[in-house]
């Protein structure tokens, strides 16, 4: 088993960048692609980044993915930020055991 | 466009099974290149994935759920389902309906969702 551990809350300011990390808690972090979720209030998830750091289409390119095998974490960024951009995040992985996990999600506040 | 769209009854009785049935319009549910999958959301709570399951019938599930859970695909229908016994409070929620690109990969089409309360 393993956990993907996301920050309760970030929280910024318009026009701010905000970037929001999830942290595998076993195996590498590279060893399975890392999705990125939006869900507004509401509303159905959406995907904002999938295979780390591709953004689906329609999706603006203030949105970016990467990940940090030194710290065994994912991280999305959002630059620029917008009021539209107050949701919730979620990140999600895979195991070796066939099995997907979503992180604990992270509420973006938008001062 | 795809579609999908879960149906089933929004209230169930402790100690019953859950049925549920995801309906996919806008596409086939055999293909190849796709999986098919359940997540469930419990109010204020995060996501969580349930299980997935290929046209040929391949399953997958949440080792947490695994005991109670049955996943099934009637291509004739173009529909998937679940089933979840013996439901406590705890399986309230808003069952998902989605598709996945690949195992390991992302849910790009989701339903609506449908809330499922557990009661007497």
């Known amino acids: 088993n393993f956990m993907l551990t996301q920050p309760h809350s970030v929280s910024e300011s318009p026009g701010k960048t905000v970037t929001i990390s999830c942290t595998r808690s076993s195996d590498s972090i590279a060893s399975h692609y890392v999705q990125w979720y939006q869900q507004r209030p509401g509303s159905v998830p959406t995907t904002v980044i999938y295979e780390d750091n591709q953004r689906p289409s329609g999706v603006p390119d203030r949105f970016s993915g990467s990940i940090d095998s030194s710290s065994n974490s994912a991280s999305l960024t959002i630059s620029g930020l917008k009021t539209e951009d107050e949701a919730d995040y979620y990140c999600?992985?895979?195991?070796?055991?066939?099995?997907?996990?979503f992180g604990t999600g992270t509420k973006v506040i938008v001062l | 466009q795809l579609q999908l769209q879960e149906s089933g009854p929004g209230l169930v009785k402790p100690s019953v099974t859950l049925s549920l049935t995801c309906t996919v319009s806008g596409g086939s549910i055999r293909s190849n290149n796709y999986y098919w999958g359940w997540i469930r959301q419990p109010p204020g709570k995060g996501l969580e994935w349930i299980g997935s399951?290929?046209?040929?019938?391949?399953?997958y599930y949440n080792p947490s759920l695994k005991s109670r859970l049955t996943i099934s695909v009637d291509t004739s229908n173009n529909q998937f389902s679940l089933n979840l016994s013996s439901v406590t409070a705890a399986d309230a929620a808003v069952y998902y309906c989605?598709?996945?690109?690949?195992?390991?990969?992302?849910?790009?089409?989701w339903g609506q969702g449908t809330l499922v309360t557990v009661s007497s």
């Open positions: 399951i290929h046209y040929s019938g391949i399953t």
């Open positions: 999600q992985s895979y195991d070796n055991i066939n099995r997907e996990v």
């Open positions: 989605a598709r996945l690109v690949k195992l390991g990969h992302h849910f790009d089409y």
